[in-house]
């Protein structure tokens, strides 16, 4: 079965096959860590564990690595502003050096992680700071410098854009609002609008390099690192749509024209945003929402997983919480199907794995995958023991924690509940179908699900 994914650089859906056969390597562009990583952002790296467990699911191995930035993200896609981190630093009351800077990084990348285990997102074994790789930025820059690819301004070393006739391939290689050009221009030493800082110089607090203290650019750090790991070709490269027009526009540019090699990723795959209905959250606006904001309202972090899955990665989603309430709702009722199965563990249903395998190949099309979870689960035709492997076997690609399940012995049911209950049992002996489906409704309203079995009435939590 073909595996096919939407290419950002194509704009078009295409077969996917790796460089090296059964290796895919893959880049995921990590966050900037100087504070906690809100919802919005978590959606990219719901989505990079869904491909890389899709690839793996498709027989592939996967390489795959995420950079950590912990220097040089400017606050501007002007490349003016604070350091992102320096902020972080100041808004902590912290002194400014390199010390104090690993330090804060060193504990927002810890509740990062601590996002991605309670999201079930398999870590990637390769994560590295950018701090640790300024030997890589530094002979990167050389190299374009070496190319006739720089100039020197007062604020730092810049790519020259004039001078790559296809720049801007990702996004089309034109401009059209006046705006993009004004949000990138602000610095009057540039030679053209999009030309970026690939060092940035910085007396106070920085690191030595051959053109004089500073940061490397936010962008050259994504380079530098993916080169050295992942080669001067590889497979895919994923991040959030906002990285298009600047940062991955950027790393191409500085990739290509440093080794000749085109192209520099082969797929380039975007998820879109979190629409909160109002502002886009901003972590350096402060107006954001962290995972643990949902817990406040009795909302699982695999319910926000679950409700991303139920839309395509591509499409925008509103983040309101009567649908999160609802996604929650949606998925206890999926794990107490799934608990009902028994312990025993059967044989996969492979018509049902066909089709599974059919929709998340095909461009990660998880929304379709999940009607097959849903059908399998109410399939009368196929045993509990074989739902059970079933639902385990997709599992490894939705992440939805079926295997971690343990049914409750005791459940409280309320006397409103219980009274409601005997009522059902009532009707249903009086075979008032019609009352008994009424009664049903009421004991959901309330929260709890109630399903007919052999040994009578059998009452769970929604």
């Given at each position: 079965?073909?595996?096919?994914?939407?290419?950002?650089?194509?704009?078009?859906?295409?077969?996917?096959?790796?460089?090296?056969?059964?290796?895919?390597?893959?880049?995921?562009?990590?966050?900037?860590?100087?504070?906690?990583?809100?919802?919005?952002?978590?959606?990219?790296?719901?989505?990079?564990?869904?491909?890389?467990?899709?690839?793996?699911?498709?027989?592939?191995?996967?390489?795959?690595?995420?950079?950590?930035?912990?220097?040089?993200?400017?606050?501007?896609?002007?490349?003016?502003?604070?350091?992102?981190?320096?902020?972080?630093?100041?808004?902590?009351?912290?002194?400014?050096?390199?010390?104090?800077?690993?330090?804060?990084?060193?504990?927002?990348?810890?509740?990062?992680?601590?996002?991605?285990?309670?999201?079930?997102?398999?870590?990637?074994?390769?994560?590295y700071f950018a701090s640790d790789h300024i030997k890589e930025d530094t002979e990167l820059i050389g190299k374009l410098e070496e190319n006739k690819y720089t100039y020197k301004?007062?604020?730092?070393?810049?790519?020259?854009?004039?001078?790559?006739?296809?720049?801007?391939?990702?996004?089309?290689g034109k401009r059209e609002r006046n705006e993009d050009h004004a949000r990138i221009a602000e610095n009057k030493e540039k030679k053209n609008p999009e030309d970026f800082a690939?060092?940035?110089?910085?007396?106070?607090?920085?690191?030595?390099?051959?053109?004089?203290?500073?940061?490397?650019?936010?962008?050259?750090?994504?380079?530098?690192?993916?080169?050295?790991?992942?080669?001067?070709q590889f497979d895919i490269h994923t991040g959030g749509i906002d990285l298009i027009p600047t940062h991955h526009t950027n790393e191409i540019a500085q990739s290509e024209c440093?080794?000749?090699?085109?192209?520099?990723?082969?797929?380039?795959?975007?998820?879109?945003?979190?629409?909160?209905?109002?502002?886009?959250?901003?972590?350096?606006?402060?107006?954001?929402?962290?995972?643990?904001?949902?817990?406040?309202?009795?909302?699982?972090?695999?319910?926000?997983?679950?409700?991303?899955?139920?839309?395509?990665?591509?499409?925008?989603?509103?983040?309101?919480?009567?649908?999160?309430?609802?996604?929650?709702?949606?998925?206890?009722?999926?794990?107490?199907?799934?608990?009902?199965?028994?312990?025993?563990?059967?044989?996969?249903?492979?018509?049902?794995?066909?089709?599974?395998?059919?929709?998340?190949?095909?461009?990660?099309?998880?929304?379709?995958?999940?009607?097959?979870?849903?059908?399998?689960?109410?399939?009368?035709?196929?045993?509990?023991?074989?739902?059970?492997?079933?639902?385990?076997?997709?599992?490894?690609?939705?992440?939805?924690?079926?295997?971690?399940?343990?049914?409750?012995?005791?459940?409280?049911?309320?006397?409103?509940?219980?009274?409601?209950?005997?009522?059902?049992?009532?009707?249903?002996?009086?075979?008032?179908?019609?009352?008994?489906?009424?009664?049903?409704?009421?004991?959901?309203?309330?929260?709890?699900?109630?399903?007919?079995?052999?040994?009578?009435?059998?009452?769970?939590?929604?």
């Amino acid at each position: 079965m073909s595996v096919k994914f939407y290419n950002t650089l194509s704009r078009k859906k295409e077969n996917f096959s790796p460089i090296h056969k059964k290796e895919v390597r893959m880049y995921t562009c990590g966050p900037t860590v100087y504070n906690y990583t809100h919802i919005g952002n978590l959606r990219a790296y719901v989505f990079a564990d869904v491909l890389q467990k899709t690839l793996e699911y498709s027989g592939y191995e996967v390489k795959r690595v995420m950079n950590i930035t912990d220097i040089g993200h400017l606050s501007s896609d002007a490349d003016s502003g604070d350091d992102k981190m320096t902020k972080g630093l100041l808004r902590e009351g912290k002194e400014l050096n390199l010390k104090n800077m690993r330090g804060l990084a060193e504990f927002y990348t810890e509740k990062f992680k601590e996002d991605l285990n309670k999201l079930n997102i398999k870590i990637p074994s390769h994560i590295y700071f950018a701090s640790d790789h300024i030997k890589e930025d530094t002979e990167l820059i050389g190299k374009l410098e070496e190319n006739k690819y720089t100039y020197k301004t007062n604020d730092g070393i810049y790519f020259d854009t004039s001078k790559m006739p296809d720049y801007g391939v990702l996004w089309g290689g034109k401009r059209e609002r006046n705006e993009d050009h004004a949000r990138i221009a602000e610095n009057k030493e540039k030679k053209n609008p999009e030309d970026f800082a690939l060092w940035k110089f910085n007396e106070k607090i920085g690191f030595e390099s051959p053109w004089g203290k500073g940061f490397p650019g936010w962008h050259i750090e994504c380079s530098a690192m993916s080169l050295k790991f992942l080669g001067e070709q590889f497979d895919i490269h994923t991040g959030g749509i906002d990285l298009i027009p600047t940062h991955h526009t950027n790393e191409i540019a500085q990739s290509e024209c440093a080794t000749g090699k085109k192209p520099f990723v082969r797929f380039w795959m975007h998820n879109e945003f979190v629409d909160t209905g109002s502002e886009k959250m901003s972590k350096s606006a402060g107006n954001f929402l962290k995972l643990d904001s949902l817990s406040e309202k009795n909302i699982s972090p695999t319910t926000y997983r679950f409700w991303l899955l139920m839309a395509s990665y591509r499409t925008k989603v509103n983040f309101v919480w009567e649908a999160l309430e609802g996604a929650e709702t949606a998925l206890k009722r999926l794990f107490n199907l799934y608990l009902e199965l028994g312990d025993e563990i059967g044989q996969i249903h492979h018509e049902s794995q066909h089709k599974f395998k059919g929709f998340i190949t095909d461009d990660l099309d998880t929304p379709r995958a999940l009607t097959v979870l849903w059908d399998v689960l109410k399939n009368e035709s196929i045993s509990p023991a074989d739902k059970k492997a079933t639902v385990l076997d997709f599992d490894k690609v939705l992440g939805l924690g079926f295997a971690d399940l343990k049914e409750a012995k005791e459940i409280s049911i309320p006397e409103e509940v219980s009274k409601l209950i005997k009522a059902r049992e009532e009707a249903r002996k009086n075979k008032d179908f019609q009352k008994s489906d009424e009664l049903r409704k009421e004991i959901n309203y309330l929260g709890y699900e109630i399903k007919d079995t052999g040994d009578g009435q059998k009452v769970s939590r929604i």
